[in-house]
T-cell receptor, first 115, second 114 residues
Framework: DTGVSQDPRHKITKRGQNVTFRCDPI?????LYWYRQTLGQGPEFLTY????????KSRLLSDRFSAERPKGSFSTLEIQRTEQGDSAMYLC?????????????FGDGTRLSIL | AQSVTQPDIHITVSEGASLELRCNYS??????LFWYVQSPGQGLQLLLK??????LVQGIKGFEAEFKRSQSSFNLRKPSVHWSDAAEYFC????????????FGTGTSLTVIP
């Protein structure tokens, strides 16, 4: 068990640029989640996948955000035309499938800073 | 709607003292409750979880939590705090009808003084 891996750890970009983050979940976990965490707040749910299917999206996930999990393994989160308000820590988590009470295991996150 | 409240934004305790972090949740049925810890610049590490059964659950690093349905609470406790426990602590609730997402509180920041 190598844990949930996220890349990059830090991303600094100018407003208006596109960014893409990657998440590699724990290998046997079918579910993969994306959260956003701003300073002084707890993580807020963005979206989740069951295998390659994106099953739920939060209202927080505007049209500029898109997430994929093409082969049911790693996932990418892309933000287009970044805005100042997108500055946050983006956390990925994974869990086992089948029951909703499985704990989610988190990666160390990608910290996005918009200049 | 589901929600989690952590009333204490910041707590300071002396090393060796006992600790209790409060968590209140709002959910119509039996929730699934979790406590996570986050060190600066890191992700969240699971401390313990409650699904059903014994209302006092033990976790890692000497932490425990007690589920009290009548008070809608799931407070985290540790009898003797170590300096390495300084971190941000998050309570979370998950339930079968939330689409598998977790709802997190805003966190409690713990400072440990020597």
């Amino acid at each position: 068990d190598t844990g949930v891996s996220q890349d990059p750890r830090h991303k600094i970009t100018k407003r208006g640029q596109n960014v893409t983050f990657r998440c590699d979940p724990i290998s046997e976990h079918n579910r993969l989640y994306w959260y956003r965490q701003t300073l002084g707040q707890g993580p807020e749910f963005l979206t989740y996948f069951q295998n390659e299917a994106q099953l739920e999206k939060s209202r927080l996930l505007s049209d500029r955000f898109s997430a994929e999990r093409p082969k049911g393994s790693f996932s990418t989160l892309e933000i287009q035309r970044t805005e100042q308000g997108d500055s946050a820590m983006y956390l990925c988590a994974s869990s086992l499938t089948g029951v909703s009470n499985q704990p989610q295991h988190f990666g160390d996150g990608t910290r996005l800073s918009i200049l | 709607a589901q929600s989690v409240t952590q009333p204490d934004i910041h707590i300071t305790v002396s090393e060796g003292a006992s600790l209790e972090l409060r968590c209140n949740y709002s959910y119509g049925a039996t929730p699934y409750l979790f406590w996570y810890v986050q060190s600066p610049g890191q992700g969240l590490q699971l401390l313990l979880k409650y699904f059903s059964g014994d209302t006092l659950v033990q976790g890692i690093k000497g932490f425990e939590a007690e589920f009290k349905r009548s008070q809608s609470s799931f407070n985290l406790r540790k009898p003797s705090v170590h300096w390495s426990d300084a971190a941000e602590y998050f309570c979370a609730v998950g339930a079968s009808n939330t689409g598998n997402q977790f709802y997190f509180g805003t966190g409690t920041s713990l400072t440990v003084i020597p």
